[in-house]
T-cell receptor
């Protein structure tokens, strides 16, 4: 059974700083999704990574996928308060279901 | 509407009662998922429908939980004899095909409170 570990689970950072969220998963998966969830809201799709070495960037966020290492990263550059949210990674499994990590709560302080 | 629609948005029920939660997926999406999110927790997979295939029910926590999808569109999640531990936000998502092809789009969720 696919297990997904995100770290850190909680991240408090100052505006303007850089940081990386890590997503490790336990079995073979060649594609992975990142989602954002604001408090009290549903999940919003951020990135779809469909192959080994895939890199996607949107604004201050950049996601990458290393299927050999079973690792995805979400890098935050020069954080701003608006990025405060919970971020989930979800590798695709061949059981046709998305298995989500526990989420990383990001708080960006002014 | 263009997105995944769930109803009701909030439901308070007494312990032991049955509840039905509804999900209208995005038109044309063949894949539909139900997840549960307890307070401050991640997403727990419940059930997955894909077209006319038999659903993947492997995430349903007990036989009190069931789900159906009529006509390949609307889905209903039913919880019988609700317990306090069933309190959570129930999220529905749909995708054009399975997750191998596209990300899933989520509804706003139904917040279930069992008192």
């Amino acid at each position: 059974e696919l297990k997904v570990e995100q770290n850190p689970l909680f991240l408090s950072m100052q505006e303007g700083k850089n940081y990386t969220i890590y997503c490790n998963y336990s079995t073979t998966s060649d594609r992975l999704y990142w989602y954002r969830q604001d408090p009290g809201k549903s999940l919003e799709s951020l990135f779809v990574l469909l192959s080994n070495g895939a890199v996607k960037q949107e604004g201050r966020l950049m996601a990458s996928l290393d299927t050999k290492a079973r690792l995805s990263t979400l890098h935050i550059t020069a954080a701003v308060h608006d990025l405060s949210a919970t971020y989930f990674c979800a590798p695709f499994t061949y059981g046709n279901k998305l298995v989500f990590g526990a989420g990383t709560i990001l708080r960006v302080k002014s | 509407g263009a997105g995944v629609s769930q109803s009701p948005s909030n439901k308070v029920t007494e312990k032991g009662k049955d509840v039905e939660l509804r999900c209208d997926p995005i038109s044309g999406h063949t894949a539909l998922y139900w997840y549960r999110q307890s307070l401050g927790q991640g997403l727990e997979f419940l059930i997955y429908f894909q077209g006319n295939s038999a659903p993947d029910k492997s995430g349903l926590p007990s036989d009190r939980f069931s789900a159906e999808r009529t006509g390949g569109s609307v889905s209903t999640l039913t919880i019988q004899r609700t317990q306090q531990e069933d309190s959570a936000v129930y999220l529905c998502a749909s995708s054009l095909k399975g997750p191998s092809d596209q990300e899933a789009f989520f509804g706003q969720g139904t917040r279930l409170t069992v008192v």
